[in-house]
């Protein structure tokens, strides 16, 4: 089966750093996925991770360990436009799908 | 790149009216196109995919006869909620993803209340 936990909620200040971590357990590995998702909107993709190490993108970084089943989205100089649901997916293994996580809410205070 | 409309974004509509949601990938095509349905500090819910020239797939406890969902070209999916309820009022999203890659890219979503 296939299962990916992360934190329900997370609180931070403008300016800080955040780590958001996600863990899944997975048939076949075939890369993560981070989105943003802020309230009443869509989600918006952030990152795709295929193979192991740390991917930065601006003020966003992504990390992958395939052997532990493990990722992170990292969040520099945190803003307050960074408040949002962060969600972790993976592709399902035999079907066209992504399994989403539940999404971290994340509030970013002054 | 990787754009993907919906419309209309909002929707009003009495009780027992079917309201049709277009989803339009406009600059790539779309082999595969998905239906998500968000209620409020609620997480996605996948409701069917779809692919381009065949019927939707769709998860399990969702109707596909309340739910019809057309994939006719590359680049459109529409599903029509018909026969809506108040229960149906939602927030429904379209992701679409080429052939190529998982990544799926959404659509800004519609809100359908029914009254």
């Known amino acids: 089966g296939q299962n990916i936990d992360q934190p329900t909620e997370m609180t931070a200040t403008e300016g800080a750093i955040v780590q958001i971590n996600c863990t899944y357990q997975t048939s076949g590995f075939n890369g993560l996925f981070w989105y943003q998702q802020h309230a009443g909107e869509a989600p918006t993709f952030l990152s795709y991770?295929?193979?192991?190490g740390l991917e930065e993108k601006g003020r966003f970084s992504s990390f992958l360990s395939r052997s532990k089943g493990y990722s992170y989205l990292l969040l520099k100089e945190l803003q307050m436009k960074d408040s949002a649901s962060y969600l972790c997916a993976v592709p399902s293994y035999n079907t066209d799908k992504l399994i989403f996580g539940t999404g971290t809410r994340l509030q970013v205070f002054p | 790149g990787a754009v993907v409309s919906q419309h209309p974004s909002r929707v009003i509509c009495k009780s027992g009216t079917s309201v049709k949601i277009e989803c339009r990938s406009l600059d790539f095509q779309a082999t595969t196109m998905f239906w998500y349905r968000q209620f409020p500090k609620q997480s996605l819910m996948l409701m069917a995919t779809?692919?381009?020239?065949?019927?939707?797939?769709?998860e399990q406890g969702v109707e596909k006869d309340k739910f019809l969902i057309n994939h006719a070209s590359l680049t459109l999916s529409t599903l029509t909620v018909t026969s809506a309820h108040p229960e149906d009022s939602s927030f429904y999203i379209c992701s679409a993803r080429t052939g190529l890659t998982d990544t799926q890219y959404f659509g800004p979503g519609t809100r359908l209340t029914v009254l």
């Open positions: 991770n295929v193979l192991d």
């Open positions: 779809s692919n381009e020239g065949s019927k939707a797939t769709y």
